[in-house]
């Protein structure tokens, strides 16, 4: 599963998050990352293939860390909502399942 959502550019929202919070505003992440997205699939490459050198040439914003806030890993275990995949979230629901298949 870790290598099948590697594919589909599910941590570009992630992305859109990091460069958020280096200051961009959200719409102007937004349209970069379009942009990097864009750049990958030209490429044939994922967001984690890509260099810093080429992230850079979007945004002098991205540095090393950007490598961490888009590992699929990460990006799992930030969504801790119920229903969501962090581990957490999931252990939560299947104890609420639980909870109500006891007898």
């Given at each position: 599963?870790?290598?099948?959502?590697?594919?589909?550019?599910?941590?570009?929202?992630?992305?859109?998050?990091?460069?958020?919070?280096?200051?961009?505003?959200?719409?102007?992440?937004?349209?970069?990352v379009?942009?990097?997205?864009?750049?990958?699939?030209?490429?044939?490459?994922?967001?984690?293939?890509?260099?810093?050198?080429?992230?850079?040439?979007?945004?002098?914003?991205?540095?090393?860390?950007?490598?961490?806030?888009?590992?699929?890993?990460?990006?799992?275990?930030?969504?801790?909502?119920?229903?969501?995949?962090?581990?957490?979230?999931v252990?939560?629901?299947?104890?609420?399942?639980?909870?109500?298949?006891?007898?």
């Amino acid at each position: 599963m870790a290598l099948a959502a590697r594919g589909g550019f599910t941590n570009a929202t992630d992305l859109a998050d990091y460069l958020v919070q280096k200051g961009i505003p959200f719409r102007e992440a937004h349209q970069l990352v379009s942009k990097i997205v864009y750049d990958c699939l030209k490429l044939n490459k994922t967001l984690e293939d890509l260099s810093l050198k080429e992230y850079k040439k979007h945004s002098p914003f991205i540095n090393e860390d950007v490598y961490a806030a888009i590992n699929i890993q990460h990006c799992v275990a930030a969504r801790q909502i119920l229903g969501g995949p962090a581990p957490a979230s999931v252990l939560e629901v299947i104890r609420q399942a639980k909870e109500k298949l006891d007898p």
